[in-house]
């Protein structure tokens, strides 16, 4: 079965938008999240702009700047909102797991 798009997020979604809870470029996104996940978690260009793209469709992102090829962006309410949702449903697998008598 197919999973509905942002019901739930990938881990590069995931990390993509807690890093863009400050304004970023594309390699500083690249960047942070390689460092940040001690580079368990790597994000190539093409999936980076593929997830970008759709993130700013979505409005779960925004530009918020151009210079050149080298575009920032930033997290929106609605992107904050899902990563919370996301966190959320995370946190509560944890528990789950923790709870589990097995």
């Known amino acids: 079965m197919a999973r509905e798009k942002y019901k739930t997020l990938t881990e590069q979604m995931f990390y993509i ?3 863009l809870k400050k304004e ?3 390699i ?3 960047e942070w999240v390689s460092d940040v996940t001690n580079k ?3 994000l190539g260009p093409g999936t980076l702009y593929a997830l970008i793209g759709d993130f700013v469709k979505q409005e779960m992102i925004k530009e918020t700047s151009a210079e050149g090829r080298r575009r920032n962006y930033i997290i929106t309410d609605k992107g904050l909102e899902m990563l919370n949702s996301e966190y959320e ?4 697998l944890v528990v789950d797991y923790e709870k589990a008598d097995v």
Do not use: Y
């Not at 449903?89 to 509560?92: D, P």
């Open 28 to 30: 500083e996104i690249m």
């Open 17 to 19: 938008l807690i890093c």
């Open 24 to 26: 970023r470029c594309g």
């Open 40 to 42: 368990r978690v790597t």
């Open 89 to 92: 449903r995370l946190r509560r």
